[in-house]
């Protein structure tokens, strides 16, 4: 970084925010990281720190940063598992948790408009004292803000139901890279056939096009009655399958998520803990399926019902013996009170991290994609976690898959396999016609592949870029280059 440049843009930040603004080592190192697998020595500590609390502020931080051609990375809860928010280019890291202020209710059209720093946890709490809730909501949903499930398009516990953020999302208010405050998308309307739809270039943009400030979304009703129940499978492949024809019998669920054996082992580790034995599931069993119906009580009993006769009479499945496991599978999903090293071992990701290779694949690939998973996680060393399907479209079974294994972040040779395994899982999920990334986001991980994914429209990416962004400073080293995995 241009020291003077830097120093200038200090002087004026103070001159807007105060105390606000600060370049403390202190202040520096809470946003260094994320939650994604990284050795100590590769933590990147942003050369500024700036707490802005209205769009307004945001408008002057980003005029100042583009006329001293300094970098400016969005930080929310740092939980990100793509290493979205590391300012390894330097430059100022925008708490965006400083604007977090509920702007408007508007019960009239089930809509709430928001600061995008506000979490989800914290926007459904205001919003369960009007009986309504926002049901997007990912396991970290504690720490997670709106404006990062924009930025990184990240998943929910009930995608099956309701779908990603963009089905909730009418309207944005982005800073763009000349400090332009602009408002996106199709005001309350829940759609628009006009213009070209900007919004959904907003989503997934990691804070590489501005930082997003408003958000107008979507709310609904809270639900009376839910029930979980879990199922066990002979094959991922009929999990999948028993719950396509659960759907197309007309049966409304919450959630599905299907687990690999090993998978549900790290669920479950509470359960262990409380009753001191494991999980009673049979030997036969490859898969395990959790669905969730929720609504009035007697439409809850009856869905339940259906879905469970389908799944035992059509393809084999038996309900889990112990509902204690499925709570608290449950409970580790959906009641999460996520507080960072405060959980024990191994949610508290101390002694090791949990990584990932999230893809998105074809849902006819899941079982050849979990038997290649087995083979690239242990050619590259990795001790492996397990593989979740999320569904993540409204009504239909999609394939969102985790496949995760644990790190050992203390050592660098063991980071640096963790991302060799990524490429190679990620040359996978291109081979399947699937996608490298479904919910984390590129980070500093796959920018440099996305030439392999996207093929001739990539360019078309690089102008948008460069019209959001004329100064590239919102950002930099995402999207187009890849700091960890080299080689095409
Ligand atoms: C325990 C745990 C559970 C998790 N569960 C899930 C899960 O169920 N589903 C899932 O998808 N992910 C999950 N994640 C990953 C992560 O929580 C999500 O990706 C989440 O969206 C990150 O939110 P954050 O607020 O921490 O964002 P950060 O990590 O702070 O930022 C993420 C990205 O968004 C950008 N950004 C942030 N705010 C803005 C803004 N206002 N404007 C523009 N860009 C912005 C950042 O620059 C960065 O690129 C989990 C992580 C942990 C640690």
Known sequence: MDEAALDQAF???????????????????????????????HIDLPDIVVV????????????IAYRHRVPVVPFAGGTGMGGGVAAWKGGIAVETKGFDQLLEL???????????????????????????????????????????????????????????ILDYLSNVVMVTGKGEALRIGRRKAAFSSTGYKLLDLVVGSEGTLGVVTEATLRVFPLPETRLVRGYVCRSLDDGLRS???????????ESAHLNCRQRLHFYTHAYREKYQREPDIPDWAEAILFLSFAGDEDVVNFSLEKATRILLDHFGAEETKEQEMVDGWWASKHSLDFIPFRQKWPDSQREK???AADLGLPIGRVEEAYQRFLEIASKWGQDILGMTVYNEAPNKPTASISFAVFVDDSSEE??????????????????????????????DRLGGFNELEHGDSYIYMKRIKEMFDPGGIFNPGKKFESRWITGA
């Open 106 to 164: 508007d019960e009239a059209n089930m809509m709430v408009t928001t600061q995008a720093g506000i979490t989800i946890w914290a926007l459904n709490e205001e919003l369960a004292r009007s009986g309504l809730w926002f049901p997007h909501q990912p396991e970290s949903k504690r720490a997670c803000t709106i404006g990062a499930s924009i930025g990184c398009d990240n998943d929910s516990t009930f995608g099956l139901r309701y779908g990603k």
């Open 52 to 63: 802005p609390k209205t769009t307004d502020e945001v408008v002057e931080i980003v005029k």
């Open 11 to 41: 002087r004026a930040l103070k001159t807007v925010l105060g105390a606000r603004a600060t370049r403390a080592k202190a202040h520096r190192i809470g946003y260094s990281r994320d939650w994604s697998p990284r050795h100590s020595s």
């Open 353 to 355: 991290k949990f990584g």
């Open 414 to 443: 063991s980071v640096a396999n963790f991302y060799n395994y990524v490429k190679e899982m990620s040359a996978m999920a291109l081979e399947m016609e699937g996608t490298m990334s479904s919910y984390i986001g590129d980070g």
């Open 243 to 253: 719950l396509e024809r659960v759907l197309a019998g007309g049966i409304c669920v």
